[in-house]
């Protein structure tokens, strides 16, 4: 599956400060908090529907509904955790599980310290949050993880995304599709993303 790209001009204005050096630690954490919520609806485009009997202020009525307990929304930390707010405001009732990386600033390999989820995350359909795919690295280490709990469906959903990122998933993980709403042009040589945004956990929490 090839990685869908948002593309509406919201999206890009939205990106245009973001990607701005001078945009502040509160409006960076404002924006990745609205483009994850834009990620979310086209990610769920595909959700099953159950039918519902509601009542309006004018008639009873059958409409649809989703199970909400169907998702698990997983961010990877700590950037992940800044699209959070803006998935579950969406899908508030879906189980929230964590997985704990660090990148190696020498090899740019990750190295997983913390993994924790829902006891039943292989009957739910599984959304991996992080701002930015970049080698692809830590987006591979966390659908391996999942997959070895049994989960069957994930989606990877990210602001930005390198080609090398894109590549690197889909050639292992064919089943997992990606939703970002930019795929940029390249990683440089220290594995950043170009143009990118920076670091995305120091500039959501404003550790730089």
Known sequence: ??????????????????????????????????????????????????KAEIETPIQK???????????????????????????ISVVPNAKIGHIGMYRDEETFKPTVYFFKVPKDIDKREVLILDPMLATGGSGLDAIDLLKQKGVKKIKFLCI??????IKAIEEKHPDVQIY?????????????????????????????
Not at 70 to 79: E, H, K, Q, S, T
Not at 160 to 165: K, N, Q, S, T, V
């Open 160 to 165: 930005i995304a390198a080609p090398e990122g």
């Open 61 to 87: 009525m059958t409409t649809r509904k989703i199970d909400e307990d169907n998702y698990a929304f997983v961010p990877i930390l700590r950037a992940g955790t800044g699209m959070l707010d803006g998935i």
């Open 180 to 208: 970002t709403a930019s795929i940029d042009e390249k990683l440089n040589e220290k594995a950043y993303i170009v143009p990118g945004l920076g670091d995305a956990g120091d500039r959501i929490f404003g550790t730089k």
């Open 1 to 50: 599956m090839k990685a869908i790209e948002l593309k509406h001009p919201l999206v890009e204005h939205k990106l245009a400060i973001l990607r701005d050096k001078k945009t502040g630690t509160k409006e960076f954490r404002e924006i990745i908090s609205e483009l994850a919520t834009i990620l979310c609806y086209e990610a769920m485009k595909d959700a099953k529907m159950q």
